[in-house]
């Protein structure tokens, strides 16, 4: 069955520093989210990125966060100068259609567990 | 009020046991309910969706939705050791974000 896969599995930074989270979604998806889940709290929309544009974003994504699709495959979350509090695991998902649209679900990867340090 | 309340458990059941995980919400335009699985280490898994009120049966599982009260459940007949997962709910008003409950620990004891 087709997946999403996330690389790496474990980023450490040091604070301030520029972090790039991948991603390959599933190849027929045209629809892409990133989620976040501090530990020990509940999973967060961050952004969904439809035609090459952001679609939609929440109030956490703010001017350190980008998203890129810089090929046909890669996805990727950008956080310029990182703090300690983003500490978190990050989910990279993919759908067919918008979440709401019965049988396109959201496919999540399995994510990247970033450690600012 | 938050968003959507999901009790953290854990929850801890005999094999063979009904296991009943719920969440309540205070967006009265949640139109569109889920249930995912989330194993440890991995990836949030979709098990039932549902839209609007009502039930939904899927094998073991039962989804269901009382937007009157703003209250959705999911029943896991029989449960089996394999079904020892975090279990989150998600909603959405028919947008692209999807509004998640803090996840219920539960454990199947063989």
């Known amino acids: 069955e087709p997946e999403v896969t996330q690389t790496p599995s474990h980023q450490v930074t040091q604070m301030g520093q520029e972090v790039i989270l991948r991603c390959v979604p599933i190849s027929n998806h045209l629809y892409f989210y990133w989620y976040r889940q501090i530990l020990g709290q509940k999973v967060e929309f961050l952004v969904s990125?439809?035609?090459?544009?952001?679609?939609?974003k929440s109030e956490i994504f703010d001017d350190q966060f980008s998203v890129e699709r810089p090929d046909g495959s890669n996805f990727t979350l950008k956080i310029r100068s990182t703090k300690l509090e983003d500490s978190a695991m990050y989910f990279c998902a993919s759908s067919e259609a918008v979440p709401s649209t019965y049988n396109s679900p959201l496919h999540f990867g399995n994510g990247t567990r970033l450690t600012v340090t | 009020q938050k968003e959507v309340e999901q009790d953290p458990g854990p929850l801890s059941v005999p094999e063979g046991a009904i296991v009943s995980l719920n969440c309540t919400y205070s967006?009265?335009?949640?139109?569109?309910f889920m249930w995912y699985r989330q194993y440890s280490r991995k990836g949030p898994e979709l098990l039932m969706y549902t839209y609007s009120s009502g039930n939904k049966e899927d094998g073991r599982f039962t989804a269901q939705v009382d937007k009157s009260s703003k209250y959705i459940s999911l029943f896991i007949r029989d449960s089996q050791p394999s079904d020892s997962a975090t279990y989150l709910c998600?909603?959405?008003?028919?947008?692209?974000?999807?509004?998640f409950g803090a996840g219920t620990t539960v454990t199947v004891r063989a």
């Open positions: 967006n009265s335009a949640f139109q569109y």
């Open positions: 990125f439809y035609n090459n544009e952001i679609s939609e």
């Open positions: 998600a909603m959405s008003a028919g947008g692209y974000k999807l509004s």
